[in-house]
């Protein structure tokens, strides 16, 4: 019973993760991969000038996300960024050294469900999994 149990939750999963959505359909995509960006804060003085109003120091960086959540992210590199429409402005390299130095990624705003929202998973996938092995030998 407990084998054919975890088969099926692993069939379903295969099924939802890796099956084909058609673009025009109305149904959320459990995975995606792409740039992200997220704010560090104001424009250093001096670059504040050089970039137009709503400009603001952040990384950009490719992921991979699972559940709206960052599975993986790599290639991060600090930009000047807006956020709310998407726009990427790579920084000048003196500026970009001088930057990289002050702030780290760890210095990102990124939410809650973003930033931990794979480990609540990977949690609650344990305590499902060790529920079930309890139940299986009862």
């Not at 939802?16 to 459990?30: E, S, T, Y």
């Not at 804060?41 to 960086?61: D, I």
């Not at 705003?109 to 990977?122: E, L, S």
Request: with cysteine.
């Amino acid at each position: 019973m407990k084998f054919l149990r975890l088969r099926l939750i692993a069939i379903l999963l295969a099924m939802g993760l890796f099956a084909p959505l058609v673009a025009h359909a109305k149904v959320p995509l459990l995975f995606s991969t792409g740039d992200e960006l997220f704010e560090v804060g104001p424009l250093p003085g001096g670059l504040a000038v050089q970039y137009p109003n709503g400009f603001k120091l952040g990384y950009k960086c490719s992921r991979f996300a699972l559940f709206w959540t960052d599975v993986w992210t790599w290639d991060c590199k600090l930009s000047a960024v807006e956020v709310h429409h998407r726009y990427i402005a790579d920084l000048p390299d003196e500026e970009l050294n001088r930057l990289e130095e002050k702030y780290s990624m760890s210095d990102a705003k990124r939410g809650f469900w973003n930033h931990y929202g794979m480990a609540m998973i990977g949690g609650v996938l344990a305590l499902l999994f060790l529920v079930g092995a309890a139940k299986s030998k009862n």
